[in-house]
């Protein structure tokens, strides 16, 4: 549902932004999710796909918020742990 609220208000916009942010969301969708899963070799795979969706939506959905670049960058600096505390304070909803 959470993925849905980011997701949904940017379809029909008209907005190049908004279409360059779903684009950008959809091409970082495995990247996100190999370093998810290199990071955490024991995370189960719904986990995996719940925190990179969740990272993306949280900063790549945002026009303006994160370049690809930098959210690579970003998401390449967490931790084991940090990708874990997502997945808790996510999972907490």
């Given at each position: 549902?959470?993925?849905?609220?980011?997701?949904?208000?940017?379809?029909?916009?008209?907005?190049?932004?908004?279409?360059?942010?779903?684009?950008?969301?959809?091409?970082?969708?495995?990247?996100?999710?190999?370093?998810?899963?290199?990071?955490?070799?024991?995370?189960?795979?719904?986990?995996?796909?719940?925190?990179?969706?969740?990272?993306?939506?949280?900063?790549?959905?945002?026009?303006g918020?994160?370049?690809?670049?930098?959210?690579?960058?970003?998401?390449?600096?967490?931790?084991?742990?940090?990708?874990?505390?997502v997945?808790?304070?996510?999972?907490?909803?």
């Amino acid at each position: 549902v959470n993925l849905l609220a980011h997701i949904v208000p940017r379809f029909g916009s008209d907005d190049p932004d908004q279409e360059e942010a779903m684009q950008a969301f959809v091409a970082g969708l495995e990247p996100t999710f190999a370093v998810v899963r290199s990071k955490c070799p024991s995370m189960e795979e719904p986990d995996v796909q719940l925190v990179g969706t969740e990272l993306l939506a949280s900063e790549i959905l945002q026009p303006g918020r994160s370049t690809k670049k930098e959210f690579a960058t970003w998401v390449a600096s967490l931790t084991e742990e940090e990708l874990k505390e997502v997945l808790t304070k996510r999972k907490a909803y």
